[in-house]
């Protein structure tokens, strides 16, 4: 096309006309097109072809449908665009059916390779079976032939070679045959071998042919097949065979629980319930008899267990006598207070155990060790000598071997001497009377064995079988002979333990340490304590993490007759509670947890009304009753459960004192805001608040007591109970009159005209009208005359004017009695 206008011809710098397209690929040009009215122009580019199409059959169709805004170029561009991800979508395709039709060959191809191992397999047990058919067969002859007569000739050794068996040669070794080596030995465990490596998969063809490949059925699965196809084609129900079950019955158990343990549905166990009239579901809980009648009913045995068959782990049993060994003695201290027990331990000890006792009296229990000059070793128990400390001395009497009942000599039997006595007695030990302080210039020996004799304790020194020494704490005069005493005591004992054994001691007192937490003084008494082992004690359970002596150094095991402290509980067990080491720390939970039950259930048993008659008999003994409440911490458990028991025995019909709670350890917040609920005073026995108690306490206005002898908060307590009492009101007679006449006055009424014949009339006081000695009223005095003048008082003499309160029937002869009431203050 040439230049007309002017202009430079196409694609040699010129301008290009208005309509003039040019189309673009990669920045490169292909064609030139040249629109006109009728028809457009491709002009190719130099060397291509020439190409005319009509309007509208480009690219882009009609130019009035393109959307607005988009250039030619644009919309080559999408249009590639759509090309080439039409083209890579039948590229995808291509590849998956490709890849699916190879995963298909690959399936013909395993499934080809399975039905020909399979078959294989089944030819070799085809001919596995034939070999072994035809074997038999072949035995089956042979032991005939062994069997019939023998011929007379001898048979002829080189005829027999060939067919030489193992029937004709037992001595030979038998030949591996065909079905040794094809058939492998039924013992053998599948998956071991190539033959049998598939013996337990389920493969195609057993899925279609309805076999699994593995074990065949046995005989007895056969003949129940046999037997329920029978009865199905007869009509008949098919029933399973009835497995009977051992079923462990408790003494409550619920329904869902008695159905899984007899395996039988829940919907047959409610329906039976249902039947016997109980409308119950499956959370619901049953009683033992109940359920046993159901279980009847499904025919399975009832085995009856209980809640505590988790303490027979600990049960104990009988030791064998090779394996007992001799074991030091354990003597207990009892005697009455301030008689110089600990004294006399301390001089046993070499100790001064007594200096840090408060109030110079002992208020705990010990529990030491000691070996004497000839080698012995005794283990000794001091107890509390306190009325308030019964407890103590009972679970001394309890853990002991023997008794030695400290007497002085100066103050005779007193009455913890008796009941150190009883204690003895109950626990069948042996006792040993040392009479002690025998330096004192006021000892009397003799009196103290006279007094003995009025409780059935009779000395030697009165021809008796109670050993008696005479003591001294101070100078150390007999303590030789109280050892020897001991000895020989012990020796007629024969007491023996077997130290190879798990463990079981008593606890002797239990304290909650700020720095160790709960401390337990446990005395073994059989086995031996190791660090390490788990045990439980009471209500509590543990793991030991330390054990340490009387003289405060750490040990790694305690045998039998051996004081240690045990440090890893997990609460403060009470005083008394037994230790018993078991196997595992689950065995020692449940036991712990069945006991805390226990007790529980006992403490509600005790304080809740069974019946109507009974919580309306309750809370009418309980309408007149004032209440002290109190709180109690003390420093071990022996001193809180004696000053419980103190708590317990003051009081009368009208006041009582009533411990809301009574723990160990220090009095903390959560003590003080149970006090401020309840409006009572804390006591700490040896005890002190922390600062966050003291602060709440300050704030809240609860009022903390601190105690060292018991004595004195036992005696504040009572002073306490006291004030709740109601004052006792007492009538004082000061006068009598008698009535001479009676007048009417205006605006008064009846006034009696009287002589007081004894003592003095006042107009404060009380007054009763006696008629023939038989009280007629009882009030006040309205008016009280002297001639025309009130007066506070008439002496004995005089004459006077009376006139009743609300009261006018007095006659002449009437004597009129006068008296005052006073309030007196009671005391417990």
């Known amino acids: 096309m040439s230049d007309t206008d002017g202009k430079k011809p196409l694609g040699l710098g010129g301008s290009r006309p208005s309509n003039v397209k040019q189309s673009f690929s990669h920045g490169r040009t292909k064609n030139v097109v040249v629109e006109t009215k009728r028809k457009r122009v491709v002009v190719p580019k130099p060397g291509a072809a020439k190409t005319t199409t009509t309007t509208g059959t480009r690219i882009g169709g009609d130019p009035s449908k393109r959307p607005a805004g988009i250039s030619d170029v644009e919309l080559e561009r999408r249009m590639k665009a759509l090309a080439m991800s039409k083209a890579r979508e039948a590229e995808d395709n291509a590849k998956r059916e490709a890849e699916e039709k190879s995963r298909a060959e690959e399936r013909e191809r395993r499934r080809a390779e399975i039905e020909a191992k399979e078959a294989e397999d089944r030819a070799r047990e085809e001919r596995a079976k034939a070999k072994a058919a035809e074997e038999d067969e072949k035995r089956r002859k042979e032991e005939a032939a062994k069997n019939a007569p023998a011929p007379a000739a001898a048979p002829n050794p080189a005829a027999a070679a060939p067919g030489e068996t193992a029937v004709s040669r037992p001595s030979a070794a038998p030949r591996k045959t065909d079905r040794d080596r094809d058939v ?11 033959d049998g490596r598939r013996s337990g998969k389920l493969t195609v063809n057993d899925a279609l042919r309805g076999g699994a490949g593995g074990r065949p059925k046995s005989m007895a699965a056969m003949k129940r097949k046999q037997e329920r196809n029978r009865q199905k084609a007869m009509g008949g129900q098919v029933e399973r065979e009835k497995v009977v079950r051992d079923v462990q019955l408790p003494e409550a158990i619920t329904v869902g629980e008695l159905a899984n343990r007899m395996a039988e549905r829940t919907s047959d166990i409610v329906k039976s319930l249902m039947q016997m009239g109980m409308m119950v579901t499956q959370t619901e809980t049953i009683d033992a008899d109940t359920a046993e009648l159901l279980i009847e009913e499904f025919g399975h045995r009832v085995v009856r267990v209980s809640d505590s068959d988790v303490e027979q782990v600990i049960d104990q049993t009988e030791d064998k006598a090779s394996d007992l060994k001799p074991r030091a003695p354990i003597i207990t201290i009892m005697g009455h207070v301030d008689h110089g027990k600990t004294s006399l331990l301390d001089a046993i000890r070499n100790a001064r155990v007594v200096a840090g ?12 060790q000691v070996i004497t000059k000839s080698g012995q070793t005794l283990s000794f128990l001091d107890t509390p000598g ?5 407890s103590m001395r009972s679970r001394g009497a ?21 009941e150190a006595i009883n204690h003895a007695k109950a626990a069948k030990v042996p006792m040993i009377v040392a009479i ?31 050993q008696d020494v005479e003591v001294s704490a101070q100078t150390g005069q007999g303590l030789d002979a109280l050892l020897d005493a001991i000895a020989l005591q012990a020796e007629i004992l024969e007491l023996k333990a077997n130290p190879d054994r798990a463990a079981m001691g008593a606890v002797i007192e ?21 660090q390490g082992d788990i045990f439980v004690v009471g209500e509590q359970w543990g793991k030991v993490r330390a054990l340490i002596d009387d003289k405060g150094d750490r040990i790694k095991e305690a045998g039998p007759s051996v004081p240690v402290e045990v440090l890893g ?10 230790l018993n080491v078991t196997e595992t720390e689950s065995q020692a939970r449940e036991i712990a947890d069945y006991r805390a039950q226990v007790a529980k259930d006992k403490r509600a048993a005790l304080g809740a009304a069974t019946t109507l008659e009974q919580l309306m008999a309750n809370a009418k003994a309980n309408a007149n009753v004032n209440e002290l409440p109190i709180l109690v911490k003390a420093d071990v458990q022996g001193s809180a459960e004696a000053i419980v028991q103190a708590m317990e025995k003051i009081g009368n019909d009208e006041v009582r004192v009533r411990v809301l709670h009574s723990g160990v350890g220090a009095i903390t917040e959560t003590d003080i805001g149970l006090a401020e609920a309840s409006g009572a005073p804390v006591f700490g026995f040896n005890v002190r608040a922390n600062a966050t108690a003291r602060n709440t306490a300050n704030q809240k206005g609860v009022e903390i007591r601190y105690y060292s002898v018991i004595y004195d908060l036992v005696d ?78 008439v002496q004995s003499g005089q004459e006077c004017g009376m006139a009743f309160e609300n009261y006018e029937d007095v006659r002449e002869g009437d004597v009129i009695e006068i008296f005052e009431r006073e309030s007196v203050e009671r005391s417990l």
């Open 184 to 194: 492998k030995p039924r013992d053998s465990k599948p998956g071991r071998s190539d």
């Open 357 to 368: 006792e408060a109030g110079g009296i002992t208020q705990h229990i010990g529990a030491y």
């Open 386 to 390: 306190h009325a308030a400390f019964t």
């Open 398 to 418: 309890q853990v002991t071997d023997i008794v030695v009942l400290v007497v002085a000599a100066d103050d005779a039997v007193m009455p913890q001497t008796i």
């Open 436 to 466: 002690n302080k025998m330096d004192k210039p006021a000892a009397d020996a003799n009196k103290v064995r006279t007094d003995l004799l009025q409780h059935e304790v009779i000395v030697e020194a009165m021809s008796g079988d109670v």
């Open 510 to 530: 239990a304290q909650l340490d700020v720095g160790r937490g709960p401390v337990a003084t446990v005395l073994v008494q059989n086995g031996t304590l190791r």
């Open 569 to 578: 509980l997990n609460g403060t067990p009470e005083a008394g509670d037994v």
């Open 716 to 793: 504040d307590v009572k002073a306490a109970a006291s004030g709740l009492l109601s004052a006792e009101i007492r009538e004082k007679f000061i006068g009598y009159a008698n009535i001479k006449e009676v007048f009417k006055v205006t605006g008064i009424g009846k006034v009696a005209g009287c002589l007081v014949t004894e003592g003095v009339a006042r107009r404060s006081a009380g007054v009763r009208l006696l008629r023939d000695n038989v009280v007629i009223h009882e009030g006040t005095l309205k008016t009280l005359k002297r001639f025309k003048d009130e007066v506070a008082e």
